[in-house]
């Protein structure tokens, strides 16, 4: 049974509990109450409390004091009976109580201690591998610039082929190609030139000059953005030239050292000039998608495919190239290759007297440098 002179604990929310404080320990006040036994309340729902003897309190900075815990009149939590007297006290900076003849929950006590300390370990272990993670990401990327300073991230290929007949029918033809790129960690950079020349008894039969530039630029390890412009000429499509300019953002679904598939998606700008002194300028769309796969690490094959719709109705005037291939190395250093592809454009409203599709096909000895 509680004594008469019973312990006093308010609470936060008004309420008032009489009883005798056996301790608290571990963010907890334990009382022994008449009604309900031993309760157990939360040291931060409790307000103020009285004690009707003298107690030992510690305090949050670790400091114990043997005193008695009152009330004054003006409601002030105080502690009296001290070796300094009565001295006001803030009750959020009790932390421990138990009862002069007993010993300090010590268990409790040095469990709270052991949590604390294990709490501001894992926080400075937190902030010293977030620091070492930003140091580390500067010094990648130092290191990443100094890389492409002192390395040549250029590389190219020339390509060449013939074909040829005599007899019956006269034909020649003469096709070349130059890619140059530039990679990094970061960005991509194409640029090609590529011209078709072909005849037939003395008469010419394809005459088509292609240039151009790509650039990737990576936003993530998938995302990145691009810039491209791409200008044609081809006499037997009566289109003196087509330049087109297009940006957008691209995604790579595959990206891996033999396989990477990637699709993009854009708007730009297209003029066209033909041969009958008639323009068009027009702005328009962009969606396609590239695939490269080296098998073996010795075969290698690529497919592209691009849809190029006008804004203004997209259904009915719209270009379509593909570009399918593969190419086999003829040497060990894999300098020398054999390229061969086949194009195809296919252009829904072209000029009058020309066909929709345009097709050409390649056998190419192609120069690899580095």
Do not use: C
């Not at 500067?138 to 890389?147: G, I, P, S």
């Amino acid at each position: 049974m509680s004594p008469v002179n019973a312990d006093e604990v308010l609470l936060d929310d008004g309420s008032r509990l009489k009883g005798t404080v056996k301790q608290i320990a571990s963010g907890t006040l334990v009382m022994d109450t008449a009604f309900a036994g031993d309760v157990q309340i939360t040291l931060k729902n409790i307000d103020r409390l009285s004690t009707d003897d003298k107690r030992f309190i510690q305090l949050d900075s670790g400091d114990r004091i043997a005193g008695q815990l009152v009330i004054n009149d003006e409601g002030q939590q105080q502690i009296a009976g001290t070796a300094f007297g009565t001295i006001d006290i803030d009750t959020a900076r009790i932390n421990g109580l138990w009862r002069t003849d007993e010993k300090r929950p010590v268990m409790d006590q040095l469990e709270q201690e052991h949590q604390q300390e294990v709490a501001e370990l894992k926080e400075s272990q937190e902030q010293e591998v977030q620091q070492l993670q930003s140091n580390y990401e500067a010094e990648v990327q130092e290191l990443r610039q100094r890389r492409d300073e002192l390395e040549d991230p250029w590389s190219g290929s020339l390509a060449f082929g013939l074909q040829g007949a005599s007899g019956n029918t006269q034909r020649f033809g003469i096709q070349g190609r130059a890619d140059v790129y530039r990679e990094t960690d970061f960005d991509r950079l194409a640029l090609y030139l590529e011209s078709n020349y072909q005849s037939e008894d003395s008469s010419k039969t394809v005459d088509e000059q292609l240039a151009g530039a790509l650039l990737e630029r990576d936003i993530t390890n998938r995302l990145f953005a691009f810039g491209q412009t791409d200008f044609e000429i081809d006499e037997f499509e009566n289109l003196d030239l087509r330049a087109l300019a297009t940006t957008g953002l691209g995604y790579f679904f595959i990206r891996q050292p033999n396989l990477k598939f990637k699709g993009r998606a854009g708007v730009g700008y297209q003029f066209e000039s033909f041969s009958d002194g008639t323009t068009n300028k027009e702005p328009t769309g962009q969606l396609g998608y590239d695939v490269n796969y080296t098998y073996n690490s010795w075969i290698s094959v690529f497919h592209n495919l691009t849809y190029y719709p006008a804004f203004t109705d997209p259904a009915e005037d719209f270009r379509i190239v593909t570009n399918l291939g593969g190419e086999l190395p003829l040497t060990d250093g894999k300098a020398w290759k054999l390229r061969a592809n086949v194009r195809n454009q296919y252009d829904n409203q072209p000029a009058a007297g020309v066909d929709n599709t345009d097709t050409t096909y390649q056998l190419n000895l192609v120069y690899d440098w580095k």
